[in-house]
C-alpha cells in the first residue's frame, strides 16, 4: 500500500534555529517528490519537485533532498515568516500519475 | 495572471443539508482536481478532471458527492445529502497539461464547509 509520513507532526524553532523536516514513503514507481507549503486559511503553495535520489533543490532558506525511501527539507537559520504547515507529496505512476499527500509539518518560528 | 478561484469561501450547513463548491481554474488549464482536506490531515484527491473528462474519482464517496466540470473550465462539487464527517475544506487545484505529466498543481484557497 502507498503510504507517506511526515515527522515531526509539529515543530517549534527559535529564530535562527535551524532544523529538518522528515517525509518518509513507500510507493511503488516514484514519479517525482513535491514539497508544498500551507498558510492558515490558503492552498497549498508549490516549492520544490525532487526527481531522483540524491537531488538537492534550494530557495532562500530552505534545501530539499531526496533518498530512495525520504526526503529531508532543510531549514537554514529560520526567520517568523517560514511559519506554516510544510506538506510533502510523493508522485507515483498508477495508470496516470497520482500525488499522495502526507499529514504535514506544522512549523512555528518564534522570535 | 489570476490564481484558481473558488467560492464561496465559508458555509455552513446542518446535516442532511445539500451544498455546492464551485471553482474557476486557471486559464488554459486542462486538469482540475478537487481535494477534501480535514483538520489536522493532509490534502486527499476527491475526483480528477482532464478537461471535461474524469480521470479518477476513485475516492470520491458517490452515493453523495458528485462533481462535474463545464465545457472543460469552470467546476461544481455539491454533496447531498451532508454528513457531519464532511466537515472540512475543500480544495480546487490545476495544473496546465495532463494527468501524465508531473507537473506541479496551483491551488485555490478553498471552500471551508462545516456541517452541524
Known amino acids: 500500500e502507498d503510504q507517506v509520513t511526515q515527522s515531526p507532526e509539529a515543530l517549534r524553532l527559535q529564530e535562527g534555529e535551524s532544523s529538518s523536516l522528515n517525509c518518509s514513503y513507500t510507493v511503488s514507481g516514484l514519479r517525482g517528490l513535491f514539497w508544498y507549503r500551507q498558510d492558515p486559511g490558503k492552498g497549498p503553495e508549490f516549492l520544490f519537485t525532487?526527481?531522483?535520489a540524491g537531488e538537492e533543490k534550494e530557495k532562500e532558506r530552505l534545501k530539499a533532498t531526496l533518498t530512495k525511501k525520504e526526503s529531508f527539507l532543510h531549514i537554514t537559520a529560520p526567520k517568523p515568516e517560514d511559519s506554516a504547515t510544510y506538506l510533502c507529496?510523493?508522485?507515483?505512476?498508477?495508470?496516470?500519475?497520482?500525488?499522495?499527500f502526507g499529514a504535514g509539518t506544522r512549523l512555528a518560528v518564534h522570535p | 495572471e489570476a490564481g484558481v478561484a473558488q467560492s464561496p469561501r465559508y458555509k455552513i450547513i446542518e446535516k442532511r443539508q445539500s451544498v455546492a463548491f464551485w471553482c474557476n481554474p486557471i486559464s488554459g488549464h486542462a486538469t482540475l482536481y478537487w481535494y477534501q482536506q480535514i483538520l489536522g490531515q493532509g490534502p486527499k484527491l476527491l475526483i480528477q478532471f482532464q478537461n471535461n473528462g474524469v480521470v479518477d474519482d476513485s475516492q470520491l464517496p458517490k452515493d453523495r458527492f458528485s462533481a462535474e466540470r463545464l465545457k472543460g473550465v469552470d467546476s461544481t462539487l455539491k454533496i447531498q445529502p451532508a454528513k457531519l464527517e464532511d466537515s472540512a475544506v475543500y480544495l480546487c487545484a490545476s495544473s496546465l497539461f495532463g494527468a501524465s505529466t508531473n507537473e506541479k498543481l496551483f491551488f485555490g484557497s478553498g471552500t471551508q464547509l462545516s456541517v452541524l
Open positions: 507529496a510523493p508522485m507515483f505512476s498508477g495508470g496516470y500519475n497520482k500525488l499522495i
Open positions: 525532487l526527481y531522483s
